[in-house]
Nanobody
Framework: QVQLVETGGGLAQPGGSLTLSCAAS????????MSWYRQVPGTQRELVATISSLGVPKYADFAEGRVTISRDNGRYSDNGRYTVDLQMSWLKPEDTGVYFC??????????????????WGQGTQITVSS
């Protein structure tokens, strides 16, 4: 299994900045794409930004120019650890919502490796208000 821990949500003023971080750990054999989604009140969950295993980012139109996604594949134990950060600036009230980390990972299953599996974080609230 993969455990995801999201941090960095909270209250920000319009025009302000926040950085979200998501740490993934577990029996990870391979980490593929890492992404941030959001669900604003009254809408469906939508992609904010994603970054490939090679570090190539892609952004939703509303995020372009205001958001930077980055990842760190550093390892500190046999289980490995991966982080994906979302730096957001020029926040708007309409950015208010719950932000979710999603990763696609293959698990180490003894001598075998699983296929890619989606894992979601529990979500972290961002409120943009003056």
């Amino acid at each position: 299994q993969v455990q995801l821990v999201e941090t960095g949500g909270g209250l920000a003023q319009p025009g302000g900045s926040l950085t979200l971080s998501c740490a993934a750990s577990g029996n990870i054999a391979e980490m593929y794409g890492m992404s941030w989604y959001r669900q604003v009140p009254g809408t469906q969950r939508e992609l904010v930004a994603t970054i490939s295993s090679l570090g190539v980012p892609k952004y939703a139109d509303f995020a372009e120019g205001r958001v930077t996604i980055s990842r760190d594949n550093g390892r500190y134990s046999d289980n490995g650890r991966y982080t994906v950060d979302l730096q957001m600036s020029w926040l708007k009230p309409e950015d208010t919502g719950v932000y979710f980390c999603k990763v696609v990972a293959a698990l180490r299953l003894g001598p075998k490796i699983s296929g890619p599996i989606d894992y979601w974080g529990q979500g972290t609230q961002i409120t943009v208000s003056s």
